[in-house]
């Protein structure tokens, strides 16, 4: 049926039955598959004729999990990845040559930074960073070279919102392919090419699995882009496992009703946050507070899962908030069913200077929270009792 919704997609969108007519996809753990002649075979090679031929290249099961993030992103076509990062290299290696240059966001995964300054000098691809709030002039930026523009929204792990449709301006106006980072928001919250993206990532490790079981990750967008992409990763190898990619095709049935919760949750944590007299600051796109709060109704569905906030007393305060918690885990990852505290400045950031930290918003007292679907009062003693009282 055509103009399902997209909770309708999510549950319906599957891979044609077997001669079982099975309700529930199977899982295809084959590495190759075979042809029934010479011809059939020399055809698939010389893509000719569209079947799947290796995992490595295509999949059953991973090619579910495509098809439904494009349905829900909008998107024309995709490649599932082994991981988020995956994901993220490939879609840079595949699009970018020797010389070129990027113009990101500097609110970015500290992995991806690491990317920008540590592996894409030595192939001369170079990169400027932008703040959010230079994101008015960006076009200051754009050098004769610049082929992509990249940015995350919301961003990790400050929650700071970037204006989707303006970026795609600009890049539309200049010819440059529009890369966006949605983990945090997920399809159900945001669909950037709606605003102008050639291309999404997504790290289907956080919302997308919802229960920190498996990595992955996908990038999906216009065809062409993707088709370049395909030829990369189909040499390069870095495909999405069968078992994974079935595990993440079934977690998408329930995104909608999880990311209900998780957004709830963390709406009523921020607004809790802000009035505890240990807190000095807090951020969440959909607290009336923050600093792009109009754009982020604009662009997104709900706030998202994570809340920031900074402790008072900094990285001496901040400690002794990680050693007292209880119930919620202290782990790096997001987007899981249980609650999970993180230190950025020490974790995920941590290969960032201060001086590099500080220029994103990540002070030494910045906690980042993945809010889970535990009952929000727990969730909520649990982190009062953790900030300790005056």
Known sequence: MKNNRFETEAIRTQIERSQFLEHSSPMYLTSSFVFEDAEDMRAAFAEETDRTIYSRYANPNTSEFIDKVCKMEGAEDGFAFASGMAAVFSTFAALLNSGDHVLSARSIFGSTHSLFTQFFPQWDIRHTYFGTEEISKIEEYIQPNTRMIYAESPTNPGVDILDLEFLGKVAKKHQLILVIDNCFASPYLQQPIKFGADLVIHSGTKLMDGQGRVLGGITVGK??????????????????????????????????VRVDRHCANALKLAEFLETHSKVNWVKYPFLKSHPQYNLAKKQMKAGGSVVAFEVKGGLKEGRRFFDRVKLLSLSANLGDTRSIVTHPASTTHSKLSEEERLGTGITDGMVRVSVGLEHIEDIIRDIDQALGSD
């Open 223 to 256: 065809r062409e882009l993707i088709d370049r992409i395909y030829r990369f990763a189909r040499i390069s190898g870095p495909a999405l496992s069968p078992f994974n990619a079935w595990l993440l095709s079934k977690s998408l049935e329930t995104l909608s």
